[in-house]
């Protein structure tokens, strides 16, 4: 926050919930959209993804070589400075682009904000923020639009660009495939934390450097390993995330909790008990479809459900592809990458969860 403003407020007061930029529970989302049938747009022609496939993005072919990527995510505030959120919101709004396989080319901003209780100086400063991070990358601002509102909301709609033959879809994983996750989990236990005055500066810190992480070198490192299949986790969790992709599929997997890389103070965060209200509807929704093996602690089983803001990118690396490299390439990323798991054959989206590979 700029030294000469400061809120009349903490900003993460006046969020509804439990402090994590949390979607709508799956469950709910799944029989509402279920409940539209014949009013969502499939994809035909040179619609490519459109809302029936339930992908991160709707993407549109311009011609053999280009193709449109159209997203948009906004949420109440998760930290109490307002570029910092500013930040958060606009490399989450970015990150739909990543994981469709492209990379954003122009963004608009969507904001909400209680024009009477807080100083539009607050807002510009969230402004900022977005439009840095936008900035870094290559991603231009073009406008707005803002509304009066007494819940503080921000966030970006976004096209992006990519080749039609190179996207990565959430239905295309395959069994054999190994999973690789590229941001450590745990933003959503560690935003709570901070909502209660219950996390360190150094925890938000880190928590806020990984929010702040553009996933485009980690887009392209998956390119140029042959990637099909990828999504970014967030508000469902890696294991919601996860069970939505092998379902599409028609495959299975499973996950080692022990390589799955956790933020510093995320089991803490669990163990004191800030557990937001999306991490805990994530994991009462997959009950029916995941197991988890004894010996899987029970802060990592909470963890691997953890309602994400900003999160890494899930990919698929085939198999038959070595993913040391892959790895290796992500971590010279400064990107706490790792395999976690592998595609199998089985029931779609049933997950299983193993202490230990």
């Not at 994981?99 to 901003?109: D, E, F, L, S």
């Not at 994991?283 to 995941?290: I, N, P, R, T």
């Not at 802060?299 to 899930?314: F, K, N, P, V």
Request: proline content about 6%; some cysteine.
């Amino acid at each position: 926050m700029s030294a000469s403003i400061q809120p009349v407020v903490k900003l993460t007061s006046l969020s509804r919930g439990a402090g994590c930029a949390c979607k709508l529970p799956l469950d709910k989302l799944e029989g509402m959209f279920a409940s539209l049938g014949t009013d969502l747009v499939p994809a035909s022609g040179d619609l490519l993804i459109g809302a029936v496939e339930g992908d991160d993005a709707a993407v549109y072919r311009l011609d053999e070589d280009r193709a449109l990527i159209l997203t948009t995510d906004f949420f109440t505030p998760i930290v109490d400075d307002p570029r910092d959120w500013g930040r958060i919101a606009a490399a989450n709004a970015l990150s739909d682009v990543y994981a469709m396989g492209g990379r954003p080319i122009m963004a608009v901003n969507l904001a909400a904000w209680p024009g009477a209780d807080l100083p539009m100086e607050l807002l510009a400063d969230v402004l900022r923020g977005g439009a840095e991070v936008a900035t870094n990358a290559g991603c231009l601002v073009v406008g707005g639009h803002t509304i009066d509102d007494p819940i503080p909301k921000y966030g970006m709609a976004v096209i992006g660009i990519a080749h039609p033959d190179r996207l990565f879809q959430i239905d295309s994983l395959r069994p054999g495939d190994s999973l690789v996750l590229t941001k450590a989990i745990g933003t959503g236990v560690i935003s709570t934390a901070i909502k209660n005055d219950g996390a360190s500066a150094d925890v938000m810190k880190g928590a806020v450097d990984s929010m702040t992480t553009l996933n485009a070198a980690a887009s392209e490192i998956a390119a140029a390993a042959g990637v099909a299949a990828a999504t970014d986790v967030t508000g469902f969790g890696l294991l919601g995330h996860l069970h939505r992709m092998a379902r599409a599929s028609g495959v299975s997997a499973t996950i080692d909790a022990s390589a799955v890389p956790l933020l510093p103070g995320a089991a803490d965060a669990v163990a004191h008990g800030f557990v937001p209200g999306g991490t805990q509807a994530n994991a009462s929704h997959l009950a029916e479809h995941v197991d988890v093996e004894a010996g899987v602690s029970a802060e990592a089983a909470i963890l691997l459900h953890d309602a994400q803001t900003s999160g890494g990118l899930l990919m698929a690396v085939p198999a038959g592809v070595d993913t040391d490299p892959v790895v290796a390439s992500l971590r010279a990323k400064d990107l706490p990458a790792a395999v976690i798991g592998r595609v199998t054959e089985g029931t779609p989206g049933r997950i299983t969860v193993r202490a230990a590979p």
